[in-house]
């Protein structure tokens, strides 16, 4: 891996007066026959540039419906959410889709790229939604590849590739755009140890080199390479 | 083709006189022999050639027949007066036919077409008409009364039935057609729920997820029509004769130029549907449920 030359991964607006993020009092909850059911609760966080945090807890926490929140995906929640000292609560889902395209990038567990899209227009499938011309789409396609060491696969399709160099192109896909914001759910949840490892240091040099990232895990190990840890239970994060 | 008519049957029957001269009441009451031809009949003659003031014979005039009385001095040359111009006298789809009109008065055949141009309420003009006739001779019946569009009608009840037909198994195809495409693009959308989720999930707008699946779409729906258009426009050469009656050519532009607007409007009802569902995927349940 050769991130020597990585810029930083932010973009050049300037830097947020307050934390990157700041939820207060965001809570979710699902309408059922027996009243409300809660999945998230009271969630009050700062989340400041340059910063790497994982959210860990048990199954049915809430840290995937968090990351969804923090990740604009989702916008059935209560509460306030600032992103870059935006307002995320008081806009439309219109501009909240404008903001998670140009702030928040999104690795998944089960990688998701797309079967019939080779490497290369893989890593270009979310810069041709960002209204960047295609040569100069080529030209970040390039880069990306050569950073990443995967220069000799860019012709290839995902099903000839191994799960650590899926989940790789796909990391280099999350942050092609330069997001403010990297939020990975259980990024190495389908991986090899050593694959997950590989990814692990990956993450720690683009948050050395400025990228925030969110990350859900579920191992202690891989949430040692994280700066700070905050728990779910129930819905509700631990002090 | 002979016709036996009065002095208004160009004014009544919407005929123009080209050139020359009307019959008038001299030559009806005195039986001339006088002829107005058709435009068609008028190039009998050769190039340059004018047949006002020409003799024709009319066999017609030579030869008595049965049942028909013929007048004293009726003989079988006739001088062309007048060129009238070409309409429709054999049927809606046939080319006109050549026309000698004569005088009435010179052949009596034993019934009469009696035509009358008028407005108004039809009942009332057909009553009028009948207490002329029986004020002029009780014995003579009218009979086969009807307007000009019913006999324009009798002409075209076959063709059109036969259009009536065609259209409906056009308008079923279209179903069809429409059905197809949006059965395909249902199943597409649904096969690639998880790769719109991925999408938009990367950034893509619900415009451009609207873009792709009616690319799809369009697909689809373009090449057939392009096909269908050039299959129609062979096959349009078989059934010229039916679509004739209603003034359309088998290779009218307007009309091959129409049904693919309205097969593109279709095939985009048709795409619109699984294309909206597809913009309103929820990116993170999809990928969830995965």
Redesign the interface.
């Known amino acids: 891996m050769n991130l020597s030359t990585h810029h930083a991964q932010t973009d050049e607006a300037s830097p947020p007066l307050g934390p990157l993020v700041r939820l207060r009092n965001v809570e979710k909850n699902y309408q059922t026959k027996g009243g409300f059911t809660y999945v998230l609760r009271q969630i009050n966080l700062d989340i400041p540039a340059g910063d790497f945090l994982t959210i860990m807890g048990p199954s049915g926490a809430g840290k995937?419906t968090l990351l969804?929140i923090l990740?604009l995906?989702?916008h059935a929640w209560e509460g306030e959410y600032e992103l870059v000292d935006l307002p995320v609560h008081r806009l439309s889902t219109k501009d909240r889709?404008a903001l998670?395209?140009r702030y928040v990038g999104?690795v998944?567990q089960?990688f998701?790229l797309?079967d019939d899209l080779t490497v290369a227009e893989n890593l270009d499938?979310?810069l041709s939604?960002?209204n960047i011309p295609r040569g100069e789409r080529q030209a970040i396609v390039a880069d990306a590849l050569d950073r990443f060491n995967i220069v000799g696969k860019k012709d290839l399709f995902p099903s000839q590739l191994s799960g650590g160099q899926q989940q790789l192109v796909a990391v280099a896909?999350?942050i092609l755009?330069k997001p403010k914001l990297l939020l990975a759910d259980e990024p190495t949840g389908n991986l090899h140890t050593d694959q997950g490892r590989e990814i692990m240091e990956l993450f720690k040099k683009l948050n050395e080199q400025g990228t925030t990232i969110v990350q859900v895990t579920h191992n202690e190990a891989w949430a040692a390479y994280s700066r700070r840890i905050i728990r779910l239970k129930d819905g509700w994060m631990e002090k | 083709m002979i016709n036996l008519v009065s002095v208004d049957y160009l004014k009544t029957m919407g005929v123009a006189l080209r050139r020359g001269r009307n019959f008038d009441e001299s030559d009806i009451r005195r039986a001339e022999s006088v002829a107005l031809i058709n435009e068609t009949a008028a190039k009998l003659w050769p190039a340059g050639e004018d047949p006002l003031g020409k003799q024709i014979q009319l066999d017609l005039l030579k030869q008595p027949i049965k049942d028909v009385l013929f007048a004293s001095n009726a003989s079988p040359a006739c001088t062309v007066i007048g060129i009238i111009a070409d309409v429709r006298n054999d049927g809606l789809t046939s080319n006109p036919q050549q026309v000698v009109l004569l005088p009435y008065t010179c052949v009596v055949p034993p019934d009469r077409t009696l035509a009358v141009r008028a407005s108004g309420n039809l009942s009332a003009i057909m009553n009028a008409i009948r207490a002329q006739s029986k004020a002029m001779d009780p014995q003579l019946p009218l009979s086969n009364e009807r307007t000009i569009q019913q006999a324009m009608e009798d002409f075209t009840v076959q063709p059109r039935f036969t259009m009536i037909l065609f259209s409906l198994f056009g308008f079923i195809g279209l179903a069809l057609a429409a059905a197809g495409i949006y059965s395909v693009l249902s199943y597409s959308v649904a096969q690639r729920t998880r790769e719109i989720g991925v999408r938009m999930a990367l950034g893509a707008q619900q415009w451009d997820v609207l873009r792709l699946v009616l690319k799809d779409g369009g697909w689809l729906a373009v090449p057939g029509i392009l096909a269908g258009g050039l299959a129609g426009f062979g096959a349009a050469r078989v059934v010229a004769s039916q679509i004739e009656l209603f003034k359309v050519g088998p290779s009218d532009l307007i009309s091959l130029l129409g049904v693919a607007f309205l097969l593109l409007c279709v095939s985009a009802a048709a795409c619109w549907l699984p294309a909206r569902r597809a913009s309103r995927i929820d990116p993170l349940h999809a990928l969830r449920y995965d």
């Open positions: 995937s969804g990740g995906y989702d889709a998670n395209k999104f998944f089960q998701h797309l499938m979310p939604y960002r896909r999350a755009a």
